[in-house]
């Protein structure tokens, strides 16, 4: 079983920066893919980046390439979506997912086991 917990969201206005970070917790191990998505009222949930937890591989969803980042720390067990340049459509919930199934970067929600609880990430204009 992995756990996963998410911090960092909130209120900001456009153009501003958020920082996310989702600590692991169990077995987490090195061929493990971890992502982030969003899902905002009435929508469906979808895909924002993923990096593959050994290599670093990274991939992003097209509507966030250039203004966010993710990175992940194997120390800390930590995966962090930095987020700049935040525009009022970035608002949604964000979920951190981790597997252990070997999958493209870019891959649904359906695709992967464990899932943190969501936090709120709202982007005034």
């Known amino acids: 079983q992995v756990q996963l917990v998410e911090s960092g969201g909130g209120l900001v206005q456009a153009g501003g920066s958020l920082r996310l970070s989702c600590t692991a917790s169990g077995r987490v191990f090195s061929g493990y893919t971890m992502a982030w998505f969003r899902q905002a009222p009435g929508k469906e949930r979808e895909f924002v980046a993923a990096i593959r937890w050994s290599s670093g591989l990274t991939d992003y969803a097209d509507s966030v390439k250039g203004r966010f980042t993710i990175s992940r720390d194997n120390a800390k067990n930590t995966v962090t979506l930095q987020m700049n340049s935040l525009k009022p459509e970035d608002t949604a919930v964000y979920y951190c997912?981790?597997?252990?199934?070997?999958?493209?970067?870019?891959?649904?929600?359906?695709?992967?086991?464990?899932w943190g609880q969501g936090t709120q990430v709202t982007v005034a204009s």
């Open positions: 997912a981790a597997t252990g199934k070997l999958l493209p970067l870019v891959s649904p929600a359906n695709r992967y086991d464990y």
